[in-house]
Nanobody, 124 residues
Framework: QLVESGGGLVQAGGSLRLSCAAP????????IGWFRQAAGKEREGVSCMDNRDGADATVYYSDTVKGRFTISRDIANSTVYLQMNSLKPEDTAVYYC????????????????WGQGTRVTVSS
């Protein structure tokens, strides 16, 4: 089960932190990350990470968020975060947390397990 929270309405240039509670997911076996879907567009991978910690982790960021968003993981609390800074109106979307068994797909290629999504709206 993946449960997202932290979405909301923010002005352009502002920040939000999304959380994904992932009880029952063994981070040693799963890649986990964030996707988003804007109205009328396909779902896209935003940021995902593999099972390794710190500097050893393999992390993916889409070009559209690189340098502005940061993914992190709290293993003790089974929670994954997405810190979003310098938000732009084009970041408006429903953000989904997703996980898949390591090796099943490339990071952020697709998800095997999905949360219900949290809506982020960035006003200009």
């Amino acid at each position: 089960q993946l449960v997202e929270s932290g979405g909301g309405l923010v002005q352009a240039g502002g920040s939000l932190r999304l959380s994904c509670a992932a009880p029952g997911f063994n981070f040693d076996r799963y890649a986990i990350g964030w996707f988003r879907q804007a109205a009328g567009k396909e779902r896209e991978g935003v940021s995902c990470m593999d099972n390794r910690d710190g500097a050893d982790a393999t992390v993916y960021y889409s070009d559209t968020v690189k340098g502005r968003f940061t993914i992190s993981r709290d293993i003790a609390n089974s929670t994954v975060y997405l810190q979003m800074n310098s938000l732009k109106p084009e970041d408006t979307a429903v953000y989904y947390c997703a996980a898949h068994l390591l090796g099943l797909w490339d990071l952020c290629e697709r998800g095997e397990y999905w949360g219900q999504g949290t809506r982020v709206t960035v006003s200009s």
